[in-house]
């Protein structure tokens, strides 16, 4: 049995951040410049196992298959020597780990000379020949790092490259222009596919992009599989939010890279995160693993014919819910808040952080008992480095953001942190002042300071709540929820762009004047898209999940019941 970074160690994580937060807020009056007491001492709790793969059901009777079938597919990430790909993922406390496929000892792994947080991971196989895989790994600011000579616990960084994050999703499906090597394919945001040949130099790992489609936007799920349907060359499949899976064989052609599309089948939504899995069972046909939103990991063998036989359970119940990203899965990254904050009246400030499966862990208090009162505070997703969210405050127009104060900002009534709204990455401020024009405040990625502020427009005063933590709408910006006076929800999709953060408004629905609260604490239930909670008067907590749905009107499923009890807190963050 193996460790991870369990549920609990990630809230030593996520309140890291707050200590020094915690500190400075003054359960007395605030003063003009108050001195922060000491820092609050945070929690600690003992990890949990992470358990082993179970492929005994997939290999049984997999010798006589091989026998019929033709050469095995070259495994995309080995490095524990048995010749099957082993699963490398992030976890919730933005860590990297194995589990291998045979008995080999898995844990951490490490990327050597590279600091920035890991958010997708791109597995890419042995691309020099040396006997050892690469792997892609995008990080939280845009850049596209190539580690090389992977082992169960690391890999060296050979190359980085910055602009990669106009792209919502980047995926491999093998090799597919037959030289041997994987290559790359990317999407932007508009819905564009772009191919990268491998090159096999580790130095210089990529061509050109040569553009290979469009229309691509319309799937929430893009997994390069390696070769399914037995012609040599890499191949896909893509979901759509409503479920559908497709099947995209091979062409062989940079420009024009998939041939048309077939219809796998539905019921794919039942999964959070779909991902390679090259071939499990050894007959020649590349597999694929999903994750249930219990955190159950599944696989199923290909047929060969771009279409998969019934699903074989991989490991325990619930197994697999610490991992945010598995490597080559097909949601797109999230990271930067993932749990909320609770205040009561009496000021006493409690945080939940979510678990991958629609529900939230037991609360931890922040700092000392009604230590939080009297100021107005938020909990945005994260401003600097880390890929945790961080608490802010306001007293007598001076803000607190972790170690960093800044004045001016007292003609606010309104501060949130919805993410990344300008396309570098880093987590960004919207505020609102007492005339309703809202702006918006560029971090720096450090959370020590923050750009001169940019006007949004006016008539945000007719909102009674403003809500966002990273992406509800499915195409990778962060989005603004905002709750009008009669009630009706308005979604405000993000741009990337400064001067226009947000396009035009779109409305949810009506009748959410029924919530005392409703709060935006990212991805709920795993997939990637930020989910929504509301409470009612009398403290029964929903969720909303978030089905990345073209039609505003289906921008979340039918309510769910968290729990009962929330109205001791008449804030949440």
Not at 16 to 22: I, P, Q
Not at 34 to 47: F, G, I
Not at 290 to 298: E, F, K, P
Not at 531 to 542: C, E, H, R, S, V
Request: hydrophobic share 35%; net charge neutral; glycine share 16%.
């Amino acid at each position: 049995m193996r460790t991870a970074f369990s549920l609990r160690g990630r809230r030593i994580a996520a309140c890291t951040a707050l200590a020094l937060s915690a500190g400075m807020l003054l359960a007395s009056p605030a003063v003009a410049q108050p001195t922060p007491p000491p820092a609050a001492e945070q929690p600690r709790h003992a990890a949990a196992p992470l358990p082993d793969l179970d492929l005994s059901p997939l290999r049984a009777g997999a010798t006589a298959r091989t026998a019929q079938a033709g050469e095995a597919l070259p495994p995309r990430f080995d490095v524990d020597g048995d010749g099957f790909t082993d699963v490398l993922y992030r976890d919730w406390n933005s860590r990297l780990g194995v589990v291998p496929s045979s008995d080999a000892e898995g844990g951490e792994w490490s990327r050597s000379g590279a600091a920035e947080v890991p958010m997708d991971l791109v597995p890419l196989g042995d691309q020099n020949g040396n006997g050892q895989p690469e792997v892609l790994v995008l990080t939280k600011y845009g850049k596209a790092e190539l580690h090389g000579e992977a082992t169960l616990y690391g890999a060296y960084n050979y190359w980085t490259g910055g602009g990669w994050n106009v792209y919502n999703k980047v995926f491999s499906p093998g090799d597919v222009d037959g030289d041997g090597r994987f290559d790359l394919l990317a999407r932007k945001h508009n819905g564009e596919l772009y191919f990268y040949r491998g090159t096999g130099n580790l130095y210089a790992p990529f061509s050109a992009p040569v553009k290979a489609g469009v229309g691509w936007g319309a799937f929430d799920q893009l997994v390069g599989i390696g070769d399914n349907d037995g012609d040599g060359r890499g191949d896909a499949v893509a979901r759509t939010p409503d479920g559908n899976l497709y099947f995209y064989g091979s062409t062989g052609v940079k420009t024009n890279p998939f041939k048309p599309k077939k219809l796998i089948g539905g019921g794919w939504n039942a999964f959070n995160q779909l991902l390679s899995a090259d071939d499990v069972n050894g007959d020649g046909h590349a597999d694929l693993f999903a994750r249930s939103v219990d955190g159950t990991l599944w696989a199923y063998p290909g047929r060969g014919n771009g279409t998969f036989t019934t699903r074989t359970r991989v490991s325990s119940s619930g197994g697999y819910l610490s991992v945010d990203q598995f490597a080559g899965s097909g949601s797109i990254a999230s990271a930067g808040k993932n749990a909320l904050m609770a205040r009561t009246s009496g000021g006493t400030l409690y945080w939940y952080g979510v678990m991958n499966n629609g529900k939230l862990t037991p609360r931890d208090q922040v700092g000392d008992a009604g230590g939080w009162a009297g100021a107005p505070m938020g909990f945005a997703a994260a401003l600097d480095s880390d890929a945790f969210g961080d608490l802010h405050f306001t007293i007598d127009g001076t803000l607190y953001v972790n170690d960093w104060t800044g004045g001016g900002w007292g003609s606010y009534n309104r501060i949130l942190g919805p993410g990344d709204l300008n396309g570098d990455g880093k987590g960004d401020l919207l505020a609102r002042d007492r005339s309703g024009v809202l702006y918006l405040m560029r971090g720096n990625g450090e959370g020590t300071g923050f750009a001169s502020r940019i006007r949004v427009g006016s008539g945000w005063g007719a909102y009674n709540r403003l809500v966002g933590a990273g992406d509800v709408s499915g195409d990778g910006r962060a989005d603004v929820l905002a709750r009008d006076g009669s009630g009706t929800l308005w979604l405000y999709k993000g741009t990337g762009v400064s001067t226009r953060p947000f396009a035009t408004r779109q409305k949810v629905g009506g009748g959410w004047n029924t919530y005392r609260q409703i709060v935006v604490p990212g991805d709920v239930d795993g997939d990637g898209r930020a989910d929504l909670l509301a409470t009612t008067p009398g403290g029964t907590l929903y969720r909303y999940h978030s089905t990345a749905a073209t039609n505003p009107a289906a921008t979340f499923a039918k309510r769910a019941e968290v729990g009962a009890g929330w109205q001791v807190y008449p804030d949440l963050y």
